[in-house]
């Protein structure tokens, strides 16, 4: 069974079909990316913007609750990241702001949840994500880049049981796939 099995069987090698990109299931929120972002050590760079893109940063800041200088860091950082890495790109989400795939709805953390709960094959990811390889393998080397990100994204994930869940999304129910028969 996979990682997250225990809690979610719709997460085992063996139920993976019914999560395809299209269905999301909820994970307890983390703050990886963000705790990431919080470097040490750092260096002051003076910059020029355009006015129009000045009123932009700062609207971003304040939706995050950050300052205009660590809204600048983060989007140059990701940019740095982007240009780095194939396919990677970085959305806000309900748990923050994650590195995704482009083109899909998958969290780099969760395609990699996902190659490891099929044996660390990115062929058997790709092949059961209908993707091209070398997508599955683009987040395989962003998390090979960061693992800390990545390893802290699965722990809050495997961390959440069915009744944390429950008491966020009172509908959720759990669904258990039938066994087939043999014969």
């Keep these: 069974m996979g990682r997250s099995a225990a809690f979610l069987p719709l997460l085992s090698a063996e139920s993976l ?47 995050h609750g950050w300052t205009a200088s660590d809204a600048s860091a983060r989007l140059v950082e990701e940019g740095l990241r982007r240009s780095e890495f194939a396919f990677i790109d970085f959305r806000d989400s309900a748990f923050g702001r994650q590195a995704y795939i482009q083109g899909s709805t998958l969290a780099v953390w969760e395609v990699m949840m996902i190659a490891r709960n099929l044996g660390g094959k990115a062929k058997a990811a790709a092949d059961y994500l209908e993707w091209p390889e070398i997508r599955v393998r683009s987040a395989m080397h962003y998390a090979e880049a960061f693992p800390q990100e990545i390893e802290e994204a699965l722990s809050e994930n495997d961390a959440a049981d069915f009744d944390a869940l429950k008491r966020m999304l009172p509908a959720l129910q759990e669904f258990r796939p039938k066994a087939k028969a043999r014969g």
């Design 17 to 63: 079909p019914a999560i395809r990109d299209e269905v999301r299931l909820p994970q307890r929120a983390y703050m990886a990316y963000n705790s990431y972002m919080k470097p040490a050590r750092s260096v002051v760079v003076s910059m020029r913007l355009p006015e129009e893109s000045g009123k932009r940063l700062r609207r971003l800041a304040t939706r």
